[in-house]
Structure formats: structure tokens, C-alpha cells
Nanobody
């Protein structure tokens, strides 16, 4: 599967952005799809994930209540709605997918075989 991330941009503190991750290929509904982010000088970190086949959703603690992940299987797209953005949310955001994810590995980069190209989010005060 190939992933295309989009929707990044520059916003002020407290603003909102909606990222999209569109996949090519078949059987999208079975894939676990996650968002990760990488700030300058830092490692790539988990943000949120939606499991395939109507499974659970998980968030990293710092984005709970502010970010919402959703998926539209007919469109083969996963969205990340980001509200109440903070300067520390500034990063390149990547979407990733896996067809064989196990729960214990769901927050780890190594669990995802497919990655999009990244989209930059900049939050300024």
C-alpha cells in the first residue's frame, strides 16, 4: 500500500488543522493506520492510531482531548483533526500503516511497514 499525507501548514497557538492520509491499494479497512510526528532534533514519536476492522483507537497522552483520529474506509483515508494546537505540536507528521499489527507493538515505529512522506505542521505563538 502507498500512503499520501497532506494538510499540514502554519497556524497560531490555539488553531486547528486537519491532516489526511490517503492510501492506494486494496483491503484498506483491514489496515491499522497511525500518525507519528518528528520534531526538529527529536525522535519520531507516536501520536494516534486507528486499528483495522473497526478496532480501537489510541492516543498519545499529550494529544488526548485535542486530536481526533478517524477513518473513512470507502475513501481509503484516515484523518487527524488537531485542535487547540500548541507550539510543542510543531513537527513533521507521518502516517503509517500495517496489515499485521499486534497490540503490544501499536505505538512502535517498527511495527509499521508502510509510511507516507510527511507533512509539516508549524504552530507559532
Amino acid at each position: 500500500v502507498q500512503l499520501q499525507a497532506s494538510g499540514g501548514g502554519a497556524v497560531q497557538v490555539g488553531g486547528s488543522l486537519k491532516l489526511s492520509c490517503t492510501a492506494s491499494g486494496s483491503a484498506f479497512r483491514r489496515y491499522t493506520v497511525a500518525w507519528f510526528r518528528q520534531a526538529p532534533g527529536k525522535e519520531r514519536e507516536f501520536v494516534a492510531v486507528t486499528r483495522g476492522n473497526g478496532g480501537a483507537i489510541y492516543y498519545e497522552d499529550s494529544v488526548k482531548g485535542r486530536f481526533t483520529i478517524s477513518r473513512h474506509n470507502t475513501e481509503s483515508t484516515v484523518y487527524l483533526q488537531m485542535d487547540s494546537l500548541k507550539p510543542e505540536d510543531t513537527a513533521v507528521y507521518y502516517c503509517a500503516a500495517s496489515s499485521t499489527m499486534i497490540l503490544s507493538n501499536i505505538r512502535n515505529r517498527s511495527g509499521y511497514a508502510y509510511w507516507g512522506q510527511g507533512t509539516l505542521v508549524t504552530v507559532s505563538s
